[in-house]
């Protein structure tokens, strides 16, 4: 193998290979201290370098797992000794802003908040927004079609994607910067590698779609009697608000009860004696009333009986402690090790499925801790669920629990974390058998020797 490492220095500047401790001094995960395992890092600084690399691994058949900023939760990152990792942490390069057609060329390494701030400089706004802003890459949101709090108004990644560029496993370079909201010239490949978590290939390159940054947020934290209100209320809020809804984030009592009880200093703002809670979030326009007319919608909900309890926020201090309290999750880990999850289903489903998986739960730990919040608008529901044993046996009996009930109504195992490596043997609950196949033709076409991300989405 060392004639492998040979090449790929003749290929990379000396710090473009890593290899021994420098390799196994790195953690996998940004929450889990368990180092990486493999044969080499490559860090390429440029498109023409990840063509090289992937060009000459090619040739060798040599697997190849590509590493944005180590964020995800499914498990896609995973490598052993035998596989090269790419890491795409030094292209991180904002190339180009254009604020007239509201449009911004980057490089797949560029942290998720960096981008959100180089528009704000320019008083826009990029939509996507997710827990781990400070940590993940662009590339890996595009390559995951990440998600995140402000769906419901501006769609997942893949509706934030104008253009981008990649690598083939090949090393042939795929260069499809569209900037245009509008072009139906042919197939829209950027779908290929749009949530194929690096499959098809390696993203390097990206032309996001910013808007107009929003004058002032209006936001409040709510409490519900029963989800049936909840589900009533966002109908109503949504029409209320005409548009501007851009954030409705539910919390489940076990959460909310978890993340505003000490070691956690988050400060309630409404008492813990409610099923449900939801942080709402509007874009507001900064004319004169609309905080007034934010304020006058949840008075009227409250007096109709469409919310049980509710506190808005006053200061950008007081959005922040919201929005704190939602974001909270490293407390999932209190009580030990959680398995996590990520599903979706219809609203309308969503009561009677979180009881089911609760009732599957208790039957069989009662001892258990499952803590649930989602983004339901998008049909996205969260939990972390801890039995007391983290072992393998257990994990595939609580996803037994989470995922066997999403079936009957046609839910997904993946609304917005993907497969990976954790959630492969389960793709069949969500995909039809001719769905599978197609995946495996399209991977079989752009990857015929499977070195790219391997063991990666397909059940085995
Ligand atoms: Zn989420």
């Given at each position: 193998?060392?004639d492998?490492?040979?090449?790929?220095?003749?290929?990379?500047?000396?710090?473009?290979?890593?290899?021994?401790?420098d390799?196994s001094?790195?953690?996998?995960h940004?929450?889990?201290?368990?180092?990486i395992e493999?044969?080499?890092?490559v860090?390429?600084?440029?498109?023409?370098?990840?063509?090289?690399v992937?060009?000459?691994?090619?040739?060798?058949?040599?697997?190849?797992?590509?590493h944005g900023?180590?964020?995800?939760?499914?498990?896609?990152c995973?490598?052993?000794?035998?596989?090269?990792?790419?890491?795409?942490e030094?292209?991180?390069?904002v190339?180009?802003?254009?604020p007239?057609?509201?449009?911004?060329?980057v490089?797949?390494?560029?942290p998720?908040?960096?981008l959100?701030?180089?528009?704000?400089e320019?008083?826009?706004?990029?939509?996507?927004?997710?827990?781990?802003?400070?940590s993940?890459?662009?590339g890996?949101?595009?390559?995951?079609?990440?998600?995140?709090?402000r769906?419901?108004?501006?769609g997942?990644?893949r509706?934030?994607v104008?253009?981008?560029?990649?690598?083939?496993?090949?090393?042939t370079?795929?260069?499809?910067?569209?900037?245009m909201?509008k072009n139906n010239?042919?197939?829209?490949?950027k779908?290929l590698?749009?949530?194929?978590e690096?499959?098809?290939g390696?993203?390097t390159?990206?032309?996001i779609?910013?808007?107009?940054?929003p004058r002032?947020?209006?936001t409040?934290?709510?409490?519900?009697?029963?989800?049936?209100?909840?589900?009533a209320?966002?109908?109503?809020?949504d029409?209320?608000?005409?548009?501007?809804?851009c954030?409705?984030?539910v919390?489940?009592?076990?959460?909310y009860?978890?993340?505003?009880?000490?070691?956690?200093?988050?400060?309630?703002?409404?008492?813990?004696?409610?099923p449900?809670?939801?942080?709402?979030?509007?874009?507001?326009t900064g004319?004169?009333?609309a905080?007034?007319h934010?304020?006058?919608?949840?008075?009227?909900?409250l007096?109709q009986?469409?919310?049980?309890?509710?506190?808005?926020?006053?200061?950008?201090?007081?959005r922040k402690?919201?929005w704190r309290?939602?974001?909270?999750?490293?407390?999932f880990f209190?009580?030990?090790p959680?398995f996590?999850y990520d599903?979706s289903?219809?609203i309308?489903?969503?009561?009677?499925y979180?009881?089911e998986?609760?009732?599957?739960?208790?039957?069989?730990?009662?001892?258990?801790h499952c803590?649930?919040?989602?983004?339901?608008?998008?049909?996205?529901?969260?939990?972390?669920?801890n039995?007391?044993?983290?072992?393998a046996?257990?994990?595939?009996?609580?996803?037994?629990?989470?995922?066997?009930?999403?079936?009957?109504v046609?839910?997904?195992?993946s609304?917005?974390?993907?497969i990976?490596?954790?959630?492969?043997a389960?793709?069949?609950l969500s995909?039809?058998a001719?769905?599978i196949?197609?995946?495996r033709?399209?991977k079989?076409?752009?990857?015929?020797?499977?070195?790219l991300?391997?063991?990666?989405v397909?059940?085995a």
């Amino acid at each position: 193998m060392s004639d492998l490492i040979d090449a790929l220095r003749d290929i990379l500047d000396d710090r473009g290979v890593l290899t021994g401790d420098d390799v196994s001094t790195r953690m996998i995960h940004v929450w889990y201290q368990r180092p990486i395992e493999a044969l080499c890092i490559v860090r390429p600084r440029t498109t023409e370098e990840v063509a090289a690399v992937l060009k000459l691994c090619h040739a060798r058949g040599q697997t190849v797992v590509p590493h944005g900023g180590l964020t995800g939760l499914v498990q896609g990152c995973n490598c052993g000794p035998g596989d090269v990792v790419l890491s795409l942490e030094r292209m991180n390069t904002v190339e180009d802003i254009d604020p007239v057609g509201r449009t911004m060329t980057v490089q797949a390494g560029v942290p998720l908040q960096v981008l959100q701030e180089t528009a704000d400089e320019h008083g826009l706004m990029f939509p996507l927004d997710l827990g781990a802003r400070g940590s993940c890459h662009i590339g890996g949101n595009v390559s995951t079609n990440a998600g995140g709090n402000r769906v419901i108004r501006f769609g997942m990644t893949r509706d934030n994607v104008l253009g981008l560029e990649a690598v083939l496993a090949d090393g042939t370079v795929v260069t499809s910067l569209n900037t245009m909201i509008k072009n139906n010239a042919g197939y829209d490949l950027k779908h290929l590698f749009i949530g194929t978590e690096g499959t098809l290939g390696i993203v390097t390159r990206v032309v996001i779609r910013l808007r107009e940054a929003p004058r002032a947020l209006s936001t409040a934290f709510a409490a519900f009697d029963d989800f049936k209100q909840v589900t009533a209320f966002l109908r109503y809020i949504d029409r209320e608000l005409g548009g501007a809804l851009c954030a409705f984030e539910v919390l489940w009592r076990d959460f909310y009860e978890l993340v505003t009880t000490a070691p956690a200093d988050n400060v309630r703002p409404v008492p813990c004696e409610f099923p449900n809670y939801v942080l709402i979030e509007a874009l507001g326009t900064g004319a004169d009333g609309a905080g007034e007319h934010f304020e006058a919608i949840m008075g009227e909900a409250l007096e109709q009986g469409l919310i049980a309890d509710a506190a808005v926020a006053r200061s950008e201090s007081d959005r922040k402690a919201m929005w704190r309290i939602r974001d909270s999750v490293e407390h999932f880990f209190r009580y030990g090790p959680a398995f996590l999850y990520d599903v979706s289903l219809g609203i309308r489903f969503m009561d009677d499925y979180v009881g089911e998986v609760k009732r599957r739960l208790d039957e069989r730990w009662p001892e258990h801790h499952c803590f649930t919040l989602g983004h339901i608008a998008d049909g996205n529901i969260h939990f972390a669920i801890n039995v007391g044993d983290d072992g393998a046996d257990a994990h595939a009996l609580v996803n037994a629990c989470v995922y066997e009930p999403l079936q009957p109504v046609g839910g997904s195992v993946s609304a917005e974390h993907g497969i990976g490596t954790e959630k492969r043997a389960y793709l069949p609950l969500s995909r039809g058998a001719n769905e599978i196949d197609l995946m495996r033709r399209v991977k079989a076409a752009l990857d015929p020797k499977g070195i790219l991300n391997p063991g990666k989405v397909f059940p085995a």
